[in-house]
């Protein structure tokens, strides 16, 4: 299987900074990397697919960049509504597999 | 609007099994395959089992396989999966997941997903 690790963790930032979270493959998967974001108490929601793209009607302050092995997501403008648990999922390999979240929490 | 709304969880004992489904409604059903994710209390996502648009090709993590069976059926736009052979570490909050691949093939993401339905094994 091809193991997803995320880094950081856990992140702890203020309303109005700038993120950034990594995603890193232990093997090659071209693009095929998702991003969602998951609430407490709630379903995931897929942020972003193909790396880069941007699911229809998340806002722009979201990005996500990468290929092969190396993926990041940069969150802008943080807002309450953010803070939450974030994960990438590669569906190049089988099975999809997932990073262990990392946790964005206000400071 | 893309709606999924999973049912059928609850509390079952160690060997025992469920039918969980998943009712779908707000795009054309057989044009996507379908799939469900589970997620143990306080842990990460762990992709469980996919099904293609026509239902001819089903996929199956390793730890699943042989107890689950995972089906659909298109004229009710319904998915479900058959959890037999329940252990404790099957306890989870399942989701389905819309595939995000066009034309009913698979890819094993998912674009859209329901609230979940819990699936507690003890005894």
């Known amino acids: 299987d091809i193991q997803m690790t995320q880094s950081p963790s856990s992140l702890s930032a203020s309303v109005g900074d700038r993120v950034t979270i990594t995603c890193r493959a232990s093997q090659g998967i071209s693009n095929s990397l998702a991003w969602f974001q998951q609430r407490p108490g709630k379903a995931p929601k897929s942020l972003i697919y193909?790396?880069?793209s941007l699911e229809s009607g998340v806002p722009s302050k979201f990005s996500g960049s990468g290929s092969g092995t190396d993926f990041t997501l940069t969150i802008t403008s943080l807002q309450p509504e953010d803070f939450a648990t974030y994960y990438c999922?590669?569906?190049?390999?089988?099975?999809?597999?997932f990073g262990q979240g990392t946790k964005l929490e206000i400071k | 609007e893309v709606q999924l709304l999973e049912s059928g969880g609850g509390l079952v004992q160690p060997g025992g099994s469920l039918r969980l489904s998943c009712a779908a409604s707000g795009f054309t059903f057989t044009s996507y395959a379908m799939n469900w994710v589970r997620q143990a209390p306080g842990k990460g996502l762990e992709w469980v089992s996919a099904?293609?648009?026509?239902?001819?090709?089903?996929y199956y993590v390793d730890s699943v396989r042989g107890r689950f069976i995972i089906s659909r059926d298109n004229s009710k736009n319904t998915l479900y999966l058959q959890v037999n052979s329940l252990r404790a570490e099957d306890t989870a909050v399942y989701y389905c997941?819309?595939?995000?691949?066009?034309?009913?093939?698979?890819?094993?993401?998912?674009?859209?997903w329901g609230q979940g339905t819990l699936v507690t094994v003890s005894s």
């Open positions: 999922q590669q569906y190049n390999g089988f099975p999809p597999t």
């Open positions: 099904i293609s648009g026509s239902g001819g090709s089903t």
């Open positions: 997941a819309k595939d995000r691949a066009k034309r009913g093939t698979y890819s094993g993401s998912g674009d859209y």
């Open positions: 193909a790396a880069s």
